[in-house]
């Protein structure tokens, strides 16, 4: 005699199908919900990642350094090139700050040469959008500078020798947006 399915277990086999299938629908409809929050973020993370390496950059052939609210100023010779960003070891003076407008708020890098009496060699450009807030914080004793510093940059007595660690603390300008902070050493 042959085995079959009785009717009673097929309607209870669709019947759990039918629900792993909601279930499914369920979850696929709430990733679909939260796909652009998600993108977004992610989008402002790779950005903030890619601002926290040229900061990096930056830093780790700089001489000195100013802080001040939501911008730092650092001079030495960590200068790119303003067509191909490719690295010149120049003497520089690099500012990054927030710029603010009714409607959004953006970090920008500006680049001034030092060896030129000219500002045909300054030039700027956007490095995050959407970034409220920029601290860029000195972590334990400033250590004994291995070469002299450029003289005079800021006026005497003005600026810092750099610490051998600094902490880089991003704030997005969306109120739910995480913050971003690394820890750059210098040396």
Partial sequence: MKRAFTLIEQLAALALATLFMLAAFGVLAALARNFPQNRQAFAQDASFARAAELIRRDLTDARRVRV?????????????????????HRPVRVVYRIERNEHSSRLMRRQEALDVLSNRNAWSELV????????????????????????????????????????????????????????????
């Avoid at 001040?68 to 960003?85: K, R």
């Avoid at 334990?140 to 902490?167: H, K, M, Q, T």
């Fill in 68 to 88: 001040g609210d939501d911008q730092f100023t650092l001079c030495g010779f960590n200068s790119l090139e303003a067509n191909t960003l490719a690295v010149d």
């Fill in 128 to 187: 995050c959008e959407n970034i409220a807030h920029i601290a860029l914080v000195p972590q334990g004793p400033v250590p004994n500078s291995g070469g002299p510093p450029i003289a005079d940059v800021f006026g005497p007595g003005d600026g810092r020798e750099l610490p051998g660690v600094f902490v880089l603390k991003l704030i997005g300008a969306d109120p739910g947006q995480p913050g971003f902070d690394c820890t750059i050493p210098l040396r």
